[in-house]
């Protein structure tokens, strides 16, 4: 049952300056707040000792931090952890830790499904029930950080952050925004926007507002690089083709020399694979400063495609690699808990066509 309490898990720092400040409160119990909740994991108002006793009383009545159901917590045996979530609605999302050397990075979901139906992802075949809102965002983060604790030195095991779970986040903006803004509060996370990165199709208007909005880093799916080819793989190519999206990369980074935009390409045997499409590819993205991703295809059930082969996906970064493009090859991590790139499913109760319709809103019904 729904709760009609607030989720104070919804309130970035402007929201709960806001929300004190209508109550007669000082903007500076934001801080207070966030550092309990977000810093400290507490979720019993009374032990919030530096508030007034009749501020937590109220708080104990009109609102709560609510958090998902853990309805599965799967460890793979290369130590990828996974958590499939059950939110109010009934829906199920699944959260990935990524543990490395030297850093921990968590994929996080914005959606439950996606709308936007790439013929290679698992997710895609789902369907798409709703948006995220900015508690059950931020609320993976909160899960997972209980679940992993502290490292040795007292330090969170999480370092990055990577908005490339199920759905398009660019489609649920206005709750991955106020999300964003927890990741890199101080009070919040702490993250610097170099470790965490928005995930897009290519949904170049809010590209653009994101990039005047906040300071964070960008992923931009390609997986091709003629529109034809892309039409097929990614859908939203047909509203924003390749050379806007490639123009919108490039506002994007603007004069800032320290960033790039990570392109994802997606390896699939016969399909984009050929060292003639690396030198495309190339053509692509003259211009971009970037660093490429090449992920090997995870497969799963009723798939017409085929991960390339070893070998081929090495001579694709080598001709890459020799006219100085940063390549690397993404190694594929927990596909055995169904855990890897393309693979999360969760649990959607499918209610659209799986059209471009959100895509007509961004643009204006355009």
């Not at 409160?25 to 707040?33: D, I, S, V, Y």
């Not at 059950?136 to 952050?161: C, F, H, S, W, Y």
């Amino acid at each position: 049952m729904t709760s009609n309490k607030i989720n104070l898990l919804d309130f970035d720092r402007k929201a709960f300056e806001a929300f004190f400040t209508e109550r007669g409160e000082k903007a500076f119990r934001a801080t207070q707040m966030l550092k309990w909740i977000h810093q400290l994991y507490v979720d019993d108002f009374d032990a919030m000792t530096n508030l007034s006793k009749s501020l937590r009383q109220q708080l104990l009545e009109q609102t709560e931090i609510r958090l998902p159901e853990i309805v599965a917590d799967q460890q793979s045996q290369d130590g990828t952890r996974k958590w499939l979530l059950r939110l109010d609605s009934g829906n199920c999302i699944e959260t990935v830790f990524i543990p490395e050397s030297g850093r921990g990075t968590l994929c996080v979901s914005s959606q439950v499904g996606c709308t936007l139906n790439c013929s290679f992802c698992s997710t895609a075949q789902q369907g798409f029930n709703r948006n995220l809102t900015t508690g059950e965002i931020i609320a993976q983060l909160l899960v997972a950080n209980r679940a992993l604790g502290r490292d040795p030195k007292g330090e969170r095991v999480i370092t990055n952050v990577v908005m490339m779970g199920m759905g398009e986040p660019l489609l649920n903006y206005d709750n991955v925004l106020p999300a964003l803004n927890l990741m890199m509060d101080d009070f919040g996370y702490g993250l610097s926007w170099r470790r965490v990165t928005v995930s897009t199709a290519g949904v170049v208007p809010m590209m653009d507002k994101l990039h005047q909005a906040m300071n964070v880093s960008l992923a931009v799916s390609l997986h091709a690089t003629n529109d034809a080819l892309r039409d097929e793989l990614v859908p939203i190519n047909r509203k924003y083709p390749i050379k806007e999206l490639m123009e919108a990369c490039r506002r994007f980074v603007g004069d800032d020399t320290r960033k790039r935009v990570t392109i994802e390409y997606v390896m699939l045997d016969g399909v984009n694979d050929s060292l003639e499409d690396a030198r495309a590819l190339m053509k692509v993205l003259r211009g971009v400063p970037n660093k490429i991703n090449l992920i090997p295809f995870n497969p799963f059930p009723n798939s017409p495609y085929r991960s390339s082969p070893q070998e081929r996906i090495n001579a694709f970064r080598d001709v890459l690699m020799s006219a100085g493009y940063n390549t690397v090859t993404r190694k594929t991590r927990g596909d055995d808990i169904d855990a890897a790139c393309g693979q999360l499913a969760g649990k959607v109760m499918d209610r659209t066509r799986r059209s471009l319709r959100n895509i007509a809103v961004v643009n204006g019904g355009a």
